[in-house]
């Protein structure tokens, strides 16, 4: 008892620290919250109303307004399941499965802004610190810029439609589900936040970048042998697949969205205080969240600069020179461009886990419902066509890099404009590596297939390289013109934030769709008159055109490079 007294003191003492944090600020230097705020918004649409005025603000405007369509999209269309759903779990007598709601619209509303960062929208909200602005108000602004989010409004449209499908089938319910579900919806805008904030405090720094890159790497690993996994419990034995369920039914129970599930099914059995323990609960870890979440808030208020810069010693350290790489028939411009990506990429956790995914897909494949072993018919060609797939994979890694290739030289960018070099070389330099990573993750796949499934058809190993000469070339022109009309600067200590704008966005998924469509239809063509060889002759003729394309784009680059060097410099070397 004297144990739970005394973690019972800390926990209020904290909430205190919290709501005493948050009253601060009365001060405000004059200014109310409410007036602080305004101006925010204020300068938020004029921000936008004078972005329209440019070329890019206007069709980054026409992308955003394409890609919120389909948020609305996936937003009805879960709000309409979640509001059938719910409604006939209560009416069948069983509030405690809407868990099976809940779930999902947790997971997606923390998981999506990690895995989509090219289609969300979280704002830096940090540059706001260099203005006078109180501590309650910086804190606010965070949770409107996290209300904001696409995954916070499907999420929100989701929990709406709980509510609904609830109170469809209980009228009298209506008024409990909305605070149960509201004081769920702000346990998951907090848990998003306090995880984007804390993620930023460990990236902020090379050393825990490093090791928070291998930990994202494992869990990515990890994610892809969920199914694998699922299909071997359902192989096992009955009592071990139902012990299994219920630990994990157990486990869930005490975690939030099994407590909203208990505290709205408690209140329809007329359980009302065991509900109301459930929503205690359910607040605790809400508070919880926000105090680790205000933990952070303050101490970036209060100043926090983490730097990556070594101390000064001593004793001067002496160097070595170090000879640059030399790529046979290229210039020294390239080679050093060449080397400078490839030292960067190779300390990249997203790189290696570029360099491991295709592989691991083949292994995750096999180990799943493209096995060979257990299946017959159309799969007994699986060889084939896992060589081509995982090719593709390999390239379509690459879209972050390939589409926005100043992004994260940031200021380095004025380096590139100050050096007596062209611009078409420094382009090429980018280009290469990223042709040679293609190609050794083809290697690596083609090795993969070797000993998964069985060593493919010569046809198709030279189909699927004379694929690559069509599609590698036209994804780096593409690539190179936009990374110059419509360039994002990338930062490797920011976490949830877009790598690259809308517009390269949807031009990109564009790009992707033509490749892909192209490259199903020259396999299709093959495959109908039965010759793997008519494949190659016409990815051969596809290719000469998309390397004539590269060449021309490329021929380009000094003279958009040049024009385009204010927009260029002013994105990537803001601060």
Request: one cysteine or more; hydrophobic letters at 55%; glycine letters at 8%.
């Amino acid at each position: 008892m004297g144990l739970a007294r005394n973690g019972l003191r800390r926990i209020a003492a904290a909430i205190a620290d919290v709501v005493q944090q948050l009253k601060l600020p009365k001060m405000n230097f004059g200014r109310p919250v409410s007036t602080q705020l305004k101006a925010i918004a204020e300068l938020r649409w004029r921000m936008f109303v004078n972005g329209l005025r440019s070329r890019r603000g206007k069709t980054e405007f026409a992308s955003r307004m394409v890609v919120s369509s389909v948020f609305a999209l996936g937003g009805a269309g879960g709000f309409l399941v979640a509001s059938f759903v719910s409604y006939l779990l209560v009416s069948q007598g069983k509030p405690e499965y809407l868990a099976l709601i809940l779930w999902p619209i947790l997971l997606f509303w923390q998981f999506f802004p990690v895995m989509a960062t090219a289609l969300t929208n979280n704002p830096d909200s940090t540059e706001l610190l260099r203005f006078p602005l109180s501590y309650r108000s910086y804190f606010l602004v965070r949770m409107a810029f996290g209300l904001f989010d696409p995954a916070c409004a499907i999420g929100s449209l989701g929990l709406l439609g709980v509510w609904l499908g609830v109170t469809v089938a209980q009228p009298l319910s209506f008024v409990w589900t909305a605070v149960v579900l509201a004081t769920f919806g702000v346990f998951n805008l907090l848990l998003m936040q306090m995880v984007f904030a804390w993620l930023e405090r460990w990236l902020a720094q090379r050393r825990t970048r490093e090791i928070f890159g291998l930990v994202f790497i494992l869990l990515m690993l990890s994610l892809q042998l969920i199914g694998p996994i699922v299909a071997h419990l359902n192989k096992a034995s009955r009592p071990e697949f139902r012990r299994a369920f219920e630990i994990g039914s157990q486990v869930q129970e005490v975690l939030p969205p099994g407590l909203a599930s208990d505290a709205i099914a408690q209140a329809l059995h007329a359980r009302i205080v065991v509900g109301l323990s459930s929503l205690a609960l359910l607040a605790a870890f809400g508070l919880a969240a926000g105090y680790l979440l205000h933990l952070r808030i303050r101490a970036q208020f209060a100043g926090e600069s983490l730097s990556e810069t070594a101390g000064r010693t001593a004793v001067p350290q002496i160097q070595t020179p170090q000879v640059g790489w030399d790529l046979p028939g290229f210039s020294q411009a390239v080679a050093a461009v060449f080397e400078k990506e490839m030292r960067y990429l190779a300390r990249s956790g997203p790189m290696l886990l570029t360099l491991i995914m295709p592989v691991f897909m083949l292994v995750v494949f096999r180990m799943g419902p493209l096995n060979p072993i257990h299946h017959s018919g159309g799969l007994s060609r699986t060889p084939d066509m896992a060589f081509p797939g995982a090719a593709a994979y390999a390239l379509l890694v690459l879209t972050n890099l390939v589409y926005n290739n100043f992004g994260a030289d940031s200021g380095g960018i004025q380096f590139f404009y100050a050096s007596p070099v062209q611009f078409r070389q420094i382009v090429l330099g980018k280009n290469l590596a990223y042709a040679a990573i293609v190609v050794v993750n083809t290697v690596l796949a083609w090795i993969a297939v070797r000993y998964l499934y069985g060593a493919p058809h010569l046809a198709v190993t030279v189909a699927t390289m004379a694929g690559l000469l069509f599609a590698a070339p036209l994804n780096f022109s593409a690539g190179n013109l936009l990374s110059l009309y419509s360039p994002k600067k990338r930062d490797f200590s920011a976490f949830g934030r877009q790598n690259a704008t809308q517009t390269t966005v949807l031009a990109s998924f564009g790009m992707q769709i033509v490749i892909v469509g192209f490259g199903v239809g020259v396999f299709a063509v093959a495959r109908y008159y039965n010759d793997l060889w008519i494949a190659v002759v016409l990815f051969l003729i596809l290719a000469a055109i998309s390397i004539s394309i590269y060449v021309a784009v490329l021929r380009s680059m000094d003279r958009l490079a040049l024009e385009r060097r204010e927009t260029l410099l002013t994105e990537l070397c803001r601060a």
